[in-house]
């Protein structure tokens, strides 16, 4: 007889990815409001949203490899709802660019898009999001049919897009976004067999 499969409990699990997401970014908010995080807030809120973003994505790309080695396809439920998490820290990294850093000076945001590079692959991973979390919807997933998961294959160009913009924009310090360079690629090694198939 074969040993029995403990089944994960999703909806335990979704709870937790919602309270392990919400409180970091509402207490850093609280933070930032009572003069708690340092000389420099606003940077530190804009890259916590920024790293945050990028984490979460870099879990969202876990869960695949991980339910297979498990054996716990329930885990793949979970996946959009870490996606569309990663893309909220990403819309609040985005917010606070513009509130504090051009105070909603669009023309200026625009320039700022086509001269500085690192913000230039920023807002091409923010757009992939973007396109990403509106077409996640299981009925526009319906919708669209084949094209869903043509769309959905731009996920790993995003990814390299968020770690290229996390190392363009550090001065001096290039460790940390080396790792996080590492990890993705580590991470896409998963995917060897499905770029294969692209490429044939």
Known sequence: MGKNRVELPITLIKLLIHLCCL????????????????????EAVIHFTGIGAL??????????????????????????????????YAVFHLLNFLFFEVQFDMSLFVS?????????????????????????????KKYIGRRWQTLHNFTYLAGAAMV????????????????YITLLAVLLTFRKDRFKRWFK
């Open 55 to 88: 984490n979460i994505f870099l879990v969202s790309l876990v869960i695949s490899p991980l339910a297979k080695k498990l054996k716990q396809g329930k885990l793949l439920h979970v996946r959009r709802l870490v996606g569309l998490y990663a893309f909220t």
């Open 23 to 42: 409180i970091p970014l509402v207490y850093v908010y609280w933070q930032a409001f009572n003069d708690e995080l340092g000389a420099d807030p606003v």
């Open 164 to 179: 290229i913009h996390f190392y363009w924009s550090v001065k001096s310090e290039i460790i940390e976004p080396l790792v």
């Open 112 to 140: 700022e898009i086509f001269e500085r590079p690192y913000i230039t692959v920023g807002m091409i991973a923010f757009i992939i999001l973007t396109a990403l979390a509106i077409t996640s919807p299981n009925v526009i």
